[in-house]
């Protein structure tokens, strides 16, 4: 089975400094992924998406992602985070029977000022 | 464009009352799915509809549960009787998806409705 772990609950950046948001994957062949982001009381919008073309996958808002089938990890990266970072973030897999996607447990993103 | 709508936004109600939840998806789009989102659980797929055919409801809790998709542009998910632990946001979400053909058509989520039963 499709299946996604996100190695941290929450993160704490601090404004104008890097983001890490980590996430493994589990699959017996080359899955498709995703990030999700949730803002309070909002709905779910994509940032990015890996369809097994480039690796590297830029998303919305300097986010980009780095498929790595040698570590199965799938990190949410962002050179500098903003305030209006802070939210949600959801790594998603996608199921091979069907279209539907399982979600992580997401991470939350602190940003301080 | 009008992105997924849903409604009520906010419902809360009393034990043992019928709850009915609406969605109307991305005109165009196919494929539309129900997810419920709790602390404990996360977020859960219930039941995933293509061309407004149910594909799986293996995620639908229990028979208190039902959807519906009557046309392309309506989907309603139903709780009867309703119970505490089904208190959750629920989100629709739509897409375009065509079978076959490996598409990975990205999900456009509607705001959710919170839902509360005491």
């Known amino acids: 089975a499709q299946s996604v772990t996100q190695l941290d609950s929450h993160v704490s950046v601090s404004e104008g400094t890097p983001v890490l948001l980590r996430c493994n994957y589990s699959s017996s062949y080359s899955p498709s992924l995703f990030w999700y982001v949730q803002h309070p009381n909002k709905g779910l919008q994509l940032l990015l998406k890996?369809?097994?073309?480039?690796?590297l996958v830029k998303g919305i808002n300097g986010f980009e992602a780095e498929f790595k089938k040698s570590e199965t990890s799938f990190h949410l990266t962002k050179p500098s985070a903003h305030m209006s970072d802070a939210a949600e973030y959801f790594c998603?897999?996608?199921?091979?029977?069907?279209?539907?996607?399982?979600f992580g447990k997401g991470t939350s993103l602190l940003v301080t000022p | 464009d009008a992105g997924v709508i849903q409604s009520p936004r906010h419902e809360v109600t009393e034990m043992g009352q019928e709850v009915t939840l609406r969605c109307k998806p991305i005109?165009?789009?196919?494929?539309l799915f129900w997810y419920r989102q709790t602390m404990m659980r996360g977020l859960e797929l219930l039941i995933y509809?293509?061309?407004?055919?149910?594909i799986d409801d293996s995620g639908m809790p229990e028979d208190r549960f039902s959807a519906k998709m009557p046309n392309a542009s309506f989907s309603t998910l139903k709780i009867q009787p309703s119970e505490p632990r089904d208190s959750a946001v629920y989100f629709c979400a739509s897409s375009l998806e065509v079978w076959g053909t490996g598409n990975t058509g990205e999900l456009f989520f509607g705001e959710g409705s919170r839902l509360t039963v005491l």
């Open positions: 998603v897999v996608r199921r091979n029977s069907g279209y539907a996607l399982n």
């Open positions: 005109s165009g789009h196919n494929s």
């Open positions: 890996y369809t097994s073309a480039a690796t």
């Open positions: 509809f293509n061309n407004n055919v149910p």
